[in-house]
């Protein structure tokens, strides 16, 4: 089992900057990649960054390239989402996601929404 913990989500001005952050617990061993998805009401989850469990390999979505950037503190078992020049479209809930070798199992956080106005 995968336990995930997010924070630092909140209200911010259009243009500005937040940093998320994701504290796993648990089977940490048995984690292949973490990454951020986001969620507006009636859509689908949709993916925004992931990076490997050691940290060599990202991937962004195309509409955060540029502006949002993920890293991850081994040490900590913590993976960052810093997200700067923030739009209202950025607008969502963001939740957190590991992959496990395990089965392939995923794991989710609880959410964090971030709300970017005008």
């Known amino acids: 089992q995968v336990q995930l913990v997010e924070s630092g989500g909140g209200l911010v001005q259009a243009g500005g900057s937040l940093r998320l952050s994701c504290a796993a617990s648990g089977s940490i061993v048995s984690i292949a990649r973490m990454g951020w998805y986001r969620q507006v009401p009636g859509k689908q989850r949709e993916l925004v960054a992931i990076?490997?469990?050691?940290?060599?390999?990202?991937n962004y979505a195309d509409f955060v390239k540029g502006r949002f950037a993920i890293s991850r503190d081994n040490a900590k078992n913590t993976v960052y989402l810093e997200m700067n020049s923030l739009k209202p479209e950025d607008t969502a809930v963001y939740y957190c996601?590991?992959?496990?070798?395990?089965?392939?199992?995923?794991?989710w956080g609880q959410g964090t929404q971030v709300t970017v106005s005008l």
């Open positions: 996601n590991a992959l496990s070798l395990l089965g392939w199992r995923a794991y």
């Open positions: 990076i490997t469990s050691d940290g060599g390999t990202t």
